[in-house]
């Protein structure tokens, strides 16, 4: 079982940049695909972007490509989203989410594919 948890969400303004970092529990960091996904009150959570086990493979949503950086640091068991360019459309609170998987190439990019969630950090992006 692994515990995630966020942080680094804050208001800032336009064309702003942020970094969330998502600090995962246990010893097995490296087994786990990793993704974030965003909700805003109302609607279903998104899906923003995800990473294979290695750092070598990354999606994006397309409302983020170019603008938001997913990685990872294996040795430090944490996942991070670098945020430039926001825009308020961003505003949303961010998930980061695990999923184990024996696949070393695989991500994924549905919620319900996903087996441990942390508790979310804000974001809120003022015009």
């Known amino acids: 079982q692994v515990q995630l948890v966020e942080s680094g969400g804050g208001l800032v303004q336009a064309g702003d940049s942020l970094r969330l970092s998502c600090a995962a529990s246990?010893?097995?960091?490296?087994?786990?695909?990793m993704g974030w996904f965003r909700q805003v009150p109302g609607e279903e959570r998104r899906f923003v972007a995800t990473?294979?086990?290695?750092?070598?493979?990354?999606y994006y949503a397309d409302s983020v490509k170019g603008r938001f950086i997913i990685s990872r640091d294996n040795a430090k068991n944490t996942v991070y989203l670098q945020m430039n360019s926001l825009r308020p459309e961003d505003t949303a609170v961010y998930y980061c989410?695990?999923?184990?998987?024996?696949?070393?190439?695989?991500?994924?990019?549905?919620?319900?594919?996903?087996?441990?969630w942390g508790q979310g950090t804000q974001v809120t992006v003022s015009s």
């Open positions: 989410a695990a999923r184990m998987t024996y696949f070393t190439s695989s991500y994924y990019t549905e919620g319900l594919q996903y087996d441990y």
């Open positions: 246990g010893r097995t960091f490296s087994s786990y695909a």
């Open positions: 990473i294979n086990r290695s750092a070598g493979s990354t």
